[in-house]
Nanobody, 120 residues
Framework: QVQLVESGGGLVQAGGSLRLSCAAS????????MGWYRQAPGKQRELVAT???????FYTDSVKGRFTISRDIAKNTVALQMNSLKPEDTAVYYC??????????????WGQGAQVTVSS
């Protein structure tokens, strides 16, 4: 009974910017971490960035200095600001959240995915 809904993404030229947003709703007691993964055609899904409830952030090396993850803990949302985009950033981006529900169960949840395409 937890849902993650993503918005944003689209088509942009190399060097441009896009913003992804994700909102979690449902029977949420606590969001332990929220982040973003991506999957390019023919490749495995990879972690892009994550933010824990303690405020720790992680970025994969290829996006450091270009992407910024931000969370609004009160609103159960996370955003990914992507600047200086490169063609190799093209992928489907998935929101991910580690959530503890009011029933005290703890699972990972996924958004529906948002296509990001960067043209050269």
């Amino acid at each position: 009974q937890v849902q993650l809904v993503e918005s944003g993404g689209g088509l942009v030229q190399a060097g441009g910017s896009l913003r992804l947003s994700c909102a979690a709703s449902g029977s949420i007691l606590r969001i332990n971490a929220m982040g973003w993964y991506r999957q390019a055609p023919g490749k495995q899904r990879e972690l892009v960035a994550t933010s824990t409830s303690g405020g720790t952030t992680f970025y994969t090396d290829s996006v450091k200095g270009r992407f910024t993850i931000s969370r609004d803990i009160a609103k159960n949302t996370v955003a990914l600001q992507m600047n200086s985009l490169k063609p190799e950033d093209t992928a489907v981006y998935y929101c991910n959240a580690d959530i503890t529900t009011w029933a005290r169960s703890r699972f990972e949840h996924w958004g529906q995915g948002a296509q990001v395409t960067v043209s050269s």
